[in-house]
């Protein structure tokens, strides 16, 4: 199968570790954040791609609501995947730097996760199938940043 290529636009969020709130519940310190970006990265997957998520109404159904298809086989990419990505960050008026290094942005590594996360259920089955990735953070403006604006440039590709 062919490599897929999209943009996602939109401030890209970091996935950290999970924080244990008072009642033992897990939860991301930036979970609305979060959860918008995973949104618009999977938005832009299906329009790229005309594929559309998995769609569960009950945590534990084996099969997509929309089109029938086991959770293990819902994805375009049912094999092992490499994950390449460049994260477009804005600088702020402060910043001299030319990357993002400062521990107000996100870890590469978080946004790998984030990323990872948001194309499952779409792309490939279970994120466990990116086997090689890559993502680099760069502000926008630095010139290897192939974006105007914040969000991501994803490709995901069949590994051989």
Known sequence: MRP???TAFGDPAGQGN?????????????????EEWRTRVRNAAARATGHHA????EK????CAQCGT???KHGLFLGPVALDAVVAIARPPSVKR??????RHSDWDHHARALCDAL???IYPDDSQVVDGHVRQLYIGHP???LPQPGALITVSEVS
């Open 18 to 34: 999970l924080s244990r709130g008072r009642h033992g519940k897990s939860y991301h310190s930036n979970g609305a954040e979060l």
């Open 4 to 6: 897929v290529t999209f």
């Open 98 to 103: 030319p990357y993002p290094t400062s521990r």
């Open 54 to 57: 998995l769609v569960v109404l």
């Open 60 to 63: 534990k159904e084996r099969t």
């Open 120 to 122: 499952t259920g779409l």
């Open 70 to 72: 086991f959770r293990t």
């Open 144 to 146: 290897s940043c192939p």
